[in-house]
């Protein structure tokens, strides 16, 4: 299903020039003045609208708040869903993923991302329908992404700042591991421990995938745990793995993203924040 929607995505001609397209419903990008956390509620205060887009040069990324005013909805009135993407037209990620169910007045469709340095394309289709397009624009945004950098969620991080710990517990008051451990016997319980030395900006749910590496080094999926943070921004994620070391071998867990349009269960992204090896006697 990804490498199909990819597909979809890439069929739509690509333009140089960065501008609004003149048929269909507008797209329009506004600023984000500042991101309100409270209660695990976020408000965005918005900005002015913008026709260029530029990441600050003390971030990897800049959001953004896309809006598509709508007028006469009856004719944008589905059976199913609206859906907009945000796709990279370089290296063909997917950045964004929102929608919209059946309307029922003249509205405006809002959604906001992290955007990293690139050329983006928005675009806003029947959800059954891939190729019934209802606006289309291309962006560029200017800045220098990091070297050695990851993009991650829309946003992009220096994998060398992330950890992830093998251990006993956590240490909840310093937020250190507590009884790092490279073994365990079968049966028994561990703790898997993220620690970032910067931010992780909120991407939605994370996913933890466990998988057992065969004598070939073939991984063998064996269970995934989803997770989420009520917060903005944050630092560390952690859980306790008890019931699937049942039989000896080395194991490998990953922390990732949950992504929309995995095809299989069991699929992992080939980015991913960190992994960590434990071997079960």
């Known amino acids: 299903m990804k490498k199909s929607l990819i597909a979809f995505l890439l069929a739509f001609t690509f333009t140089t ?31 002015q609208e913008l026709n260029s887009f530029s990441v600050p040069d003390n971030a990897n990324s800049v959001k953004l708040s896309i809006q598509v005013p709508v007028k006469d909805y009856k004719k944008y009135r589905l059976e199913n869903q609206l859906r907009l993407f945000v796709q990279n037209t370089t290296t063909e990620e997917i950045l964004l993923n929102s929608y919209w169910s059946p309307l029922y007045k003249d509205t405006v469709l809002k959604t906001e991302t992290y955007f990293p340095p690139g050329n983006y394309k928005i675009t806003l289709v029947d959800n059954n329908t891939a190729t019934t397009v209802f606006a ?29 710990w093998v251990c006993q517990s956590v240490d909840e008051t310093n937020w250190k591991p507590a009884g790092v451990v490279s073994r365990i016997k079968t049966g028994g319980c561990i703790t898997f421990f993220f620690d970032s030395q910067e931010k992780i900006r909120n991407p939605g749910t994370m996913r933890w995938k466990l998988y057992k590496i065969e004598a070939d080094g073939k991984e063998t999926f064996i269970n995934q745990r989803d997770q989420q943070s009520r917060f903005e921004e944050w630092r560390r994620m952690y859980y306790e793995e008890c019931d699937e070391f049942r039989a000896p071998g080395k194991y490998r867990v990953y922390l990732a993203v949950k992504n929309e349009s995995e095809a299989y269960y069991g ?12 071997i079960v006697e």
């Not at 080939?270 to 992994?275: M, Q, R």
């Open 136 to 164: 289309s624009r291309t962006i560029k945004v200017d800045g220098q992404q990091k070297p050695g950098s990851i993009n991650i969620g829309g946003y992009s991080y220096d994998p060398s700042k992330f950890k992830l």
């Open 17 to 47: 020039a960065f501008a609004q397209v003149s048929s269909g419903l507008p797209v329009k990008i506004y600023a984000i003045k500042a991101v309100i956390y409270d209660g695990g509620y976020t408000t965005n205060t918005i900005g």
């Open 267 to 278: 699929v992992r992204d080939k980015d991913y924040f960190a992994k960590a090896d434990i």
